[in-house]
């Protein structure tokens, strides 16, 4: 029989699947980027405001580490190139990471491979189903972001180069997840791999522009995204080279799956102990088990994340001194009080969101665990729902205030020592960071509500927060009504520390998040399991 029967079914199966996973990544990348073009083109609308921004972006260390160096200084579309390529390549290579391990070891773990397979269902179609999902995210991905740049007004065959360069590193992390779905027994730990694989991709960028090794940034996918040098001398044969270089990648995964069992992997797994040890026999020590490695990684971030933000603060008001829009802009975001301030307010709302992110996921492991089956024999002991669900809700909880107050704290150390002022910089930029905590609630407790209530449509917490996302970006740089703005929760936190700190919303949007739980709980114990 043909190894590739059976693949358009598949892949029909898979997109319908993943419509709404799809459609929010290439809709908040797209909006990310077309925030990014617009508000550069209202901000440095002169040829010596983009210069300017362009030496001190080049002469900062932790900026050139966070998003490289700028290698077209003398134009806004190289700017704008310049911020999309290392942080954009990263979360590309996330959303294809989690859509191309989704549709293979995710199904494998499911079941679901095996009963499509005792069909006519070719050996390599699932395999090849999975990677052409992520390759058709990957396109269409890049034809839209091509499209808004273009509707911006900025050069189209550079537009065009912004978006193609975005689908080199997704297209490279598309086939590593195909080798790592082929490795790991199971998706989690296929997932973990080949994210693993992104953060040292980005971390040998940063090390190589840092450090101006430049065959470091060669060896990164994310590296050859900046290469193409888009709007300055396009180099479209790095394009093709990527490409190339994940075919041989997709090759590797084609040779792996048929030297395995359905539903093994090649990586040796060690045996478990033949009895749980006490420290397992809890709900919560359960939930601690299940999230542990994706809290730690998300912390590992979050301290990164916080200390390149200590080490621009200091030099961001050389960036836009010239630059009268994006002192207003900043303040506008940010808060009135300074525009250090405003650059700290910005970030940290930023910063919140993503722990939003965070919280999602915790709450969407609920639903997993139970279409996993996982969920049912626990039932069956002492345990009761309630009990089960907060046991993961503590993490939803609990995990973005530690990721934010270590952010914070990370911030404000790295900052503290540049300008030796410790004792005011810490507890400054970690009360900027806290304020974001309750709507991160709110949004888990919409993704909670969801599963309670509608567990076939809790996938939807992703758009609810795709919403929230481009309210933050868009909202500013399009100047929509205050009633628009007012319905993301971030909209309603207090801009610390560029404003005076009002305890009022935060008690609003605390409660709101109480509140959406406790009806989420109630919904969940009252429906039928799966």
Do not use: C
Not at 53 to 62: D, E, K, P, R, V
Not at 311 to 335: E, P, Q, R, T, Y
Not at 362 to 388: D, G, I, K
Not at 403 to 422: C, E, K
């Amino acid at each position: 029989m043909n190894a590739l029967v059976g693949t358009g079914q598949l892949l029909k199966l898979g997109l319908r699947r993943s419509r709404i996973m799809l459609a929010v990544w290439v809709y908040a990348l797209a909006a990310y980027a077309a925030s990014t073009a617009y508000g550069f083109k209202k901000l440095y609308d002169t040829p010596d405001s983009v210069r300017h921004f362009t030496s001190g972006i080049n002469g900062n260390g932790s900026t050139v580490a966070m998003y490289g160096r700028i290698l077209v200084p003398d134009s806004l579309g190289g700017i704008t190139a310049w911020r999309l390529a290392a942080l954009g390549g990263v979360m590309v290579g996330v959303m294809s990471v989690l859509l191309v391990v989704r549709h293979t070891r995710g199904d494998e773990d499911a079941g679901r491979l095996e009963l499509v397979g005792a069909g006519v269902v070719g050996r390599r179609a699932p395999l090849t189903a999975g990677l052409l999902v992520g390759v058709v995210a990957n396109l269409a991905l890049a034809l839209v972001t091509t499209i808004v740049l273009i509707a911006i007004g900025l050069p189209t065959a550079g537009s065009l180069a912004v978006g193609l360069a975005w689908a080199v590193p997704g297209l490279f992390f598309t086939a590593v997840a195909g080798v790592t779905a082929q490795l790991a027994e199971t998706a989690q730990a296929a997932r973990g791999i080949a994210l693993a694989v992104v953060g040292v991709a980005y971390l040998l960028r940063a090390v190589g522009d840092a450090a101006r090794v430049s065959w470091l940034v060669w060896v990164s996918p994310i590296g050859w995204s900046q290469r193409v040098r888009a709007f300055g001398g396009e180099r479209w044969w790095l394009i093709a080279l990527g490409v190339v270089v994940a075919v041989a990648v997709v090759a590797v995964a084609y040779a792996l799956v048929g030297r395995r069992d359905l539903g093994a992997g090649l990586l040796p797994v060690r045996p478990g102990p033949a009895e749980a040890a006490p420290s397992l026999r809890s709900p919560l020590a359960l939930a601690w088990r299940l999230q542990r490695g994706a809290f730690l990684s998300w912390l590992a971030a979050f301290v990164v994340y916080g200390a390149a933000i200590g080490g621009i603060l200091k030099g961001v008001g050389d960036l836009v001194k010239d630059s009268s829009s994006a002192k207003d802009f900043l303040a506008k975001m940010g808060g009135q009080r300074g525009l250090e301030d405003s650059y700290v307010g910005t970030v940290m709302g930023v910063l919140g969101l993503i722990a939003a992110v965070y919280a999602v996921q915790v709450v969407l492991r609920l639903r997993t665990e139970e279409t996993a089956q996982r969920l049912e024999p626990l039932l069956a002991t002492r345990v009761r729902r309630v009990r089960w669900s907060i046991g993961h809700l503590l993490f939803a909880a609990a995990g973005p205030a530690v990721l934010l107050g270590l952010a914070g704290v990370a911030a404000g150390l790295v900052h503290g020592l540049r300008v030796h002022d410790l004792g005011t910089q810490v507890p400054r930029l970690l009360g900027a960071a806290m304020v974001q905590l309750p709507a991160a609630w709110v949004t888990a407790a919409i993704a909670l509500l969801l599963f309670g209530v509608v567990p076939r449509f809790v996938a939807a917490a992703w758009g609810v927060l795709g919403v929230f996302l481009l309210l933050g970006q868009m909202g500013p740089v399009l100047k929509l009504s205050q009633a628009v703005m007012d319905v993301s929760p971030f909209t309603h936190v207090p801009k610390l520390p560029g404003s005076g700190l009002t305890v009022t919303p935060l008690a609003v949007l605390t409660a709101v998040a109480v509140a959406g739980a406790a009806a989420g709980l109630v919904g969940f114990r009252r429906r039928d399991i799966g």
